[in-house]
């Protein structure tokens, strides 16, 4: 599927609105979810146009790739979610219910995040 350039997370990596940033580097940014799900809940985005998991999996360089998941490890570090604990989550397609088509790890902690999906879907 063709990237959409459009979407709301390239809008903030271009800065044409704004973010509540933790982090940036040469390959990813970081920020909080608008519509946070667990006490700390932020997303990381690669630099790069990737529409999802499977594009940035596929097409990505070694370099990107390492880049995006140091970035991942470094904001979790970085909120001090490590020792107690962390989970990440990256939504592709239709199933998964992605909704922003650029590809992204979410971050949730600061809580006992519960079992690792809610049960049935609604
Ligand atoms: P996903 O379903 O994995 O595609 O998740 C998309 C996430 O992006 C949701 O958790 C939204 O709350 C979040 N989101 C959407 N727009 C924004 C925004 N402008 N700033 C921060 N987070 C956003």
Redesign the pocket.
């Given at each position: 599927m063709a990237y959409d350039s459009n979407n709301?997370f390239a809008k903030?990596l271009r800065g044409e609105?704004p973010?509540s940033k933790v982090h940036e580097d040469e390959y990813a940014l970081a920020?909080?979810?608008?519509?946070p799900?667990a006490p700390v809940h932020v997303?990381v985005i690669p630099k790069g146009a990737y529409g999802s998991m499977d594009d940035f999996s596929a097409n990505a360089s070694e370099a990107e790739i390492a880049g995006f998941f140091r970035a991942v490890g470094a904001v979790a570090r970085a909120l001090a979610l490590t020792a107690a604990g962390y989970r990440i989550l990256a939504?592709h397609g239709a199933n998964a219910?992605?909704?922003?088509p650029h590809f992204?790890v979410?971050i949730f902690g600061q809580a006992d995040l519960g079992p690792m999906l809610a049960g049935k879907p609604a």
């Open positions: 709301i903030i609105i973010c920020f909080h979810d608008i519509n799900q997303l939504n219910r992605q909704e922003v992204h979410h």
